[in-house]
């Protein structure tokens, strides 16, 4: 039995028609850079006032590519994340 259950699954049989990301001036989408566990555990404790830590709760397990962890960035600094 796999320990490892997703939170979340989500299923789209192509990727071919997603549409443009467009985002309002002064913001970005990057992926997981050294360094960014800070933010990330800031974004998370903000948004659902519980406190996660990225290296035990993300970085830390097998699954883990920093490619599938995402940040809305404004003005270069993380606002949001996202992980798949």
């Given at each position: 039995?796999?320990?490892?259950?997703p939170q979340l699954v989500?299923?789209?049989s192509s990727l071919s028609?997603?549409?443009?990301?467009?985002?309002?001036?002064?913001?970005?989408?990057?992926?997981?850079?050294?360094?960014?566990?800070?933010?990330?555990?800031?974004?998370?404790?903000?948004?659902?006032?519980?406190?996660?830590?990225?290296?035990?709760?993300?970085?830390?397990?097998?699954?883990?590519?920093?490619?599938?962890?995402?940040?809305?960035?404004?003005?270069?600094?993380?606002?949001?994340?996202?992980?798949?």
């Amino acid at each position: 039995m796999n320990a490892y259950s997703p939170q979340l699954v989500m299923f789209l049989s192509s990727l071919s028609d997603l549409p443009q990301l467009q985002l309002h001036s002064g913001y970005s989408v990057r992926s997981y850079q050294p360094g960014d566990d800070a933010a990330w555990n800031w974004i998370i404790k903000e948004s659902f006032q519980k406190e996660y830590d990225f290296v035990k709760d993300i970085s830390g397990k097998d699954p883990f590519k920093p490619e599938r962890v995402l940040f809305v960035c404004h003005d270069c600094r993380p606002v949001a994340t996202a992980c798949a």
